[in-house]
Structures are given as C-alpha cells and as structure tokens.
C-alpha cells in the first residue's frame, strides 16, 4: 500500500463544533483529494489539491474547506459540523509522471456528527 | 458535468457463478479504471484501460473498454469468496481536470458460499 495516513481513524463530535482531518503521504505525490463515502452515493469528490497550497472545489464542497501548505499534508477542516456530514472520509493522492494514473487511497476515516 | 452510471447496484451470487458489472459514462473517456472495495476498507487500483475495444485479464478478471470509449464491463468467472465487495469503475474529467476521477456508485458483490 501507498504511504497514506489519516487521522484521526474515527470521530465522534457535536452538531456545530468544528473538525478537522488530517491526510499524509510519504510518495511526494502532486494531487492530493479528500472523498466522502456514502450508501448510494460512492465517492464524491470534496476538495482536491494539485500542488502546495493550490485547491480547488469538487462535487460537495458547501461546508467544507482545505488547506495544503506542505507537499505531504493534505487537511480537511468541517467549520461547523452538521449531522449530513456524517460519513466516511477517503484521502486519496496521485500523480502523473507515468501511466497508469490511478489514485491511491488512505485507510479512510469514519465521522459521526450527534 | 460528467456522470458515471454502473449497474447492476447489487449482485448476489453464489460461489462458483459468474459476474459482470456494467459502467456506462456520458461522455467519451480518455482511460476509465476500475477499483475494488473490501467490506470495511479502502478503495483499491485494479486496472486501468485506455484503448478503444481494449480487453485486460487478471486471472478470473476480464475488463473491456468499449469501441466508443463510453462504457466498460468487468467479468468475474467462478466466484469465490474472496471476490466479495463492491467494484467501482472510475473516468478522469476531460481537458484540463483530467488528474480528477468520477466515480461509478459501484456494484456490491455478495457471494453465498
């Protein structure tokens, strides 16, 4: 498996409070992209990142902003957590200096918002 | 924008049946990739097409790019235990979002033992 991490692996929090998750690579790769996971749904893009503290918005966005000031550290941050944010968080990073282009992803990390 | 539509959602079947799931995209892909997700797990590479027409195995794995670039199918002969989760068949945007995938809804596969 790539080097991905995300912390924290599971999260419970209050309607409100503001949570932040946190994804890091040890592959020096480019992209970097936050995913939600949902029954039904299958992965929607959040946030995605193409190099150092360049983001850009994906599919569900509201609610949700990103920072990248370091190539390995990718951050996730719920300003006001509500109970629709409730799912599974998937870090996902790739690059493109060969084919194929595909994406590596992290462990995951299961939020709950009471 | 672009969607990804697979089907069937569920599949149930039992051990030593084959399976085939369906991704169908609205617009013409430049490579589509498919990826599998073991219960409780992370999403995994399994493969990437980019010719038109192109057919791939692994082992009891067939994965087809269609003529037009707009739809593939993964074909899993005699099932096996271990081949249960759900497969998601994954396309990169066009033109300058191309480093973004969207992402089938995945086809969850249950197989009786």
């Known amino acids: 498996d790539a080097g991905i991490t995300q912390s924290p692996r599971h999260k419970v929090t209050e309607t409100g409070t503001p949570v932040t998750l946190r994804c890091h690579q040890t592959?020096?790769?480019?992209?970097m992209y936050w995913y939600r996971q949902d029954p039904g749904h299958g992965l929607r893009l959040i946030h995605y990142?193409?190099?150092?503290?360049?983001?850009d918005k994906g599919e569900v966005s509201d609610g949700y902003s990103v920072s990248r000031s370091k190539t390995e550290d990718f951050l996730l941050t719920l300003e006001s957590a509500t109970s629709s944010q409730t799912s599974v968080y998937f870090c996902?990073?790739?690059?493109?200096?060969?084919?194929?282009?595909?994406?590596?992803f992290g462990p995951g990390t299961r939020l709950t918002v009471l | 924008g672009q969607q990804v539509m697979q089907i069937p959602q569920y599949q149930h079947v039992q051990e030593g049946e084959d399976f085939t799931t369906y991704c169908n995209s609205s617009t013409t892909l430049s490579n589509i990739q498919w990826y599998k997700q073991r219960p409780g797990g992370h999403p995994v590479f399994l493969i990437q097409l980019v010719k038109s027409g192109e057919v791939k195995k692994q082992k009891r794995l067939t994965f087809q790019f269609g003529e037009a670039k707009k739809n593939s199918s993964l074909h899993i002969t005699a099932t096996q235990t271990t081949d249960v989760g759900t497969y998601f068949c994954?396309?990169?945007?066009?033109?300058?979002?191309?480093?973004?995938?969207?992402f089938g809804k995945g086809t969850k596969l249950s197989v009786i033992p």
């Open positions: 592959e020096n790769h480019r992209y």
């Open positions: 994954a396309g990169p945007n066009s033109g300058a979002g191309s480093y973004q995938l969207t």
């Open positions: 990142s193409y190099g150092v503290k360049d983001t």
């Open positions: 996902a990073i790739s690059d493109f200096v060969d084919a194929p282009n595909e994406q590596f």
